[in-house]
C-alpha cells in the first residue's frame, strides 16, 4: 500500500559492522539498548543482555567505568548472545583496554574523552581491532568553548562538536564512525540531527537521551525518533528510558513496526473498550501479550470488544476475535470467520492458533526454500 511508504526517502549513509550488525546503507534500522547493572557484577550483567536479545536487542551498549570493569566487560563479551559497545567516558585508557578484551565498537564523548592525542589513542586501537566508533555528542557535556561561543546547547554547537571529533578520526585516516548528537530536549535534538544529516554520510544513531520514565520517555522518544525516521534520517535506534531496559527495546520495536520499517513478533491490535463490549479486551490483551512474548515471527492479532469494529479489523489481521452475545465470541483467520468459542476459552484457543499458523508458516518457508 502506497500510504506505507510515503515517508522521505532513507539517507544515503555509509555502512559500518558492528560485531556482524550493519548499520547504514541498505541495512534494516537496528534497535540498540544498553545495560543498567553494574559491570562488574558479570551475572547479572550478562543476565540483562540476554533478556535485551531475548526481547530483539540487535545491540547492546555497556558502560565502562573502569579498567576494573574493562576486565569484566572482556569476560561478558565472550558469553554475550549479542554484539556488545563499550561505552566509555573520561579514560580513553579504558576504550583502549575494551578494544583488546571483545569490543565490537566502541562508543566515545569527545566533550569528555580528552585531548586530541587521547581521541587518536582509541581511534588507533580502533583500528588495530577492526571496531568502528560512534561519536556521540550530549547536549549536557558540550566543549567549554562551544557552549562559550554559542552560548547555548544548540543544533550548531552539537554539530560542529560532532564535525570536530570526526576531523581528529578522518586525519588518523579512520572514517569507520557513526554519529549521535542526542539532547534531552526534542527540538533541540531533532534539528541537530537534521543538520548533521545534511553534513555527512556517516550513520547516524538516534536517540532522544534522558527522555524520561516510561510513559514520558515513551512519548517524547517515539516523537522524535519518529520524526526523523520519517525524514529518511536514522540508521540504528536507542529508546533512552528510565526503566527495565527491556521496555526500550519493546519500545524500540513498536516504533519501526507502526512505521513498517522493520517487523517482528506479535502485533495486537486492539480497541479501548466500551459498554458495548462483549470480552474483556484489556486483560485479555495483556495476557495474550504475555504469553506470545517468544514469537519472533510477525503476525497481526485483533482482539476487539464487540462488532462494532470487529469485523472490519479482522478483515486486517491473520487472526482476530470479537466479542460476542451471550458470553460467546466470534473467531477470524485470514479476515474468514471461523465460528464462535466461549469467552472463558479465548485465550486458549487464540495462543494455540497464534502458534499453529507461525509453524505452518515456517514450514512453508522451509518447503519454498527447499525446492529452490
Ligand atoms: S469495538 Fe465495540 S467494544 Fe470496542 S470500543 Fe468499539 S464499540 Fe466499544
Redesign the pocket.
Known amino acids: 500500500m502506497e500510504w506505507q511508504n510515503s515517508a522521505a526517502p532513507r539517507r544515503k549513509s555509509r555502512q559500518i559492522n558492528v560485531g556482524g550488525v550493519k548499520i547504514g546503507g541498505d541495512a534494516p534500522i537496528s534497535v540498540q539498548s544498553m545495560t543498567s547493572t553494574d559491570t562488574l557484577d558479570e551475572e547479572a550483567t550478562l543476565g540483562q543482555i540476554r533478556a535485551l536479545s531475548d526481547a530483539g536487542a540487535d545491540i547492546v551498549r555497556v558502560s565502562v567505568p573502569s579498567l576494573e570493569a574493562a576486565q569484566s566487560f572482556g569476560r561478558i563479551c565472550k558469553s554475550s548472545p549479542v554484539p556488545l559497545v563499550a561505552d566509555i567516558h573520561f579514560d580513553y585508557r579504558i576504550a583502549i583496554a575494551c578494544a583488546q578484551n571483545g569490543a565490537s565498537a566502541l562508543r566515545i564523548n569527545p566533550g569528555n574523552i580528552g585531548s586530541a592525542e587521547r581521541i587518536e589513542a582509541v581511534c588507533q586501537a580502533a583500528r588495530d581491532y577492526g571496531l568502528p566508533i560512534r561519536v556521540g555528542v550530549n547536549s549536557g557535556s558540550l566543549d567549554k568553548d562551544l557552549l562559550e561561543k554559542y552560548k547555548d546547547p544548540t543544533p550548531e554547537a552539537m554539530v560542529e562538536a560532532a564535525m570536530r571529533a570526526a576531523e581528529v578520526l578522518e586525519e588518523h585516516d579512520f572514517s569507520d564512525y557513526a554519529f549521535s548528537v542526542k539532547a534531552s530536549e526534542l527540538n533541540l535534538c531533532v534539528a541537530s540531527y537534521e543538520l548533521l544529516a545534511r553534513k555527512t554520510d556517516a550513520p547516524l544513531h538516534l536517540g532522544i537521551t534522558e527522555a524520561g520514565g516510561l510513559r514520558g520517555g515513551t512519548v517524547l522518544s517515539s516523537i522524535g525518533i519518529s520524526w526523523l525516521l520519517r525524514e529518511g534520517i536514522g540508521d540504528t535506534i536507542r529508546v533512552s528510558l528510565a526503566a527495565d531496559p527491556v521496555e526500550e527495546v519493546k519500545v524500540g520495536w513498536a516504533i519501526l513496526k507502526s512505521m513498517h520499517l522493520r517487523t517482528r513478533g506479535v502485533d495486537v491490535v486492539a480497541?479501548?473498550?466500551?459498554a458495548?463490549?462483549g470480552i474483556d479486551?484489556v486483560s485479555t490483551v495483556r495476557e495474550l501479550e504475555d504469553r506470545l512474548a517468544d514469537i519472533t515471527a510477525p503476525l497481526k492479532l485483533a482482539v476487539?470488544?464487540?462488532v462494532?469494529?470487529?469485523p472490519g479489523e479482522a478483515l486486517r489481521a491473520d487472526l482476530a476475535v470479537c466479542?460476542g452475545k451471550n458470553g460467546r465470541c466470534l473467531i477470524y483467520e485470514d479476515g474468514e470467520l471461523q465460528g464462535k468459542i466461549a469467552v472463558e476459552d479465548v485465550l486458549e484457543v487464540l495462543e494455540k492458533r497464534v502458534r499453529e499458523k507461525i509453524t505452518r508458516i515456517n514450514s512453508n518457508i522451509i518447503k519454498i526454500q527447499g525446492n529452490k
Open positions: 480497541c479501548p473498550t466500551c458495548r463490549r479486551v476487539m470488544g464487540c462494532v469494529n470487529g466479542g
